[in-house]
């Protein structure tokens, strides 16, 4: 089931406020998957809070991102 393989992570990217909607954090992204093909990454991965609506926005419908998995956690 398991196949080894390359890819990059990114765990979750902020653009402060007043500098959303200007392209930034596309390009973070775009750079960040970049240099991950560049190393022979075959997939990128990517990690943002579940309850963050605007990330989610971005990342699957503007970035193309699906889910995959699932990471649950509890406080200790």
Request: glycine fraction near 10%; proline fraction near 1%.
């Amino acid at each position: 089931m398991h196949r080894e393989m390359i890819y990059c992570h990114v765990s979750e990217i902020a653009v402060r406020e007043g500098q959303r909607s200007r392209g930034i954090g596309d390009s973070l992204m775009q750079a960040g998957e970049d240099w991950g093909r560049r190393m022979g990454a075959e997939f990128a991965s990517l990690e943002f809070h579940n309850k963050n609506v605007r990330a989610s926005s971005f990342y699957q419908g503007r970035m193309g991102y699906r889910p995959a998995s699932i990471t649950a956690i509890k406080r200790l």
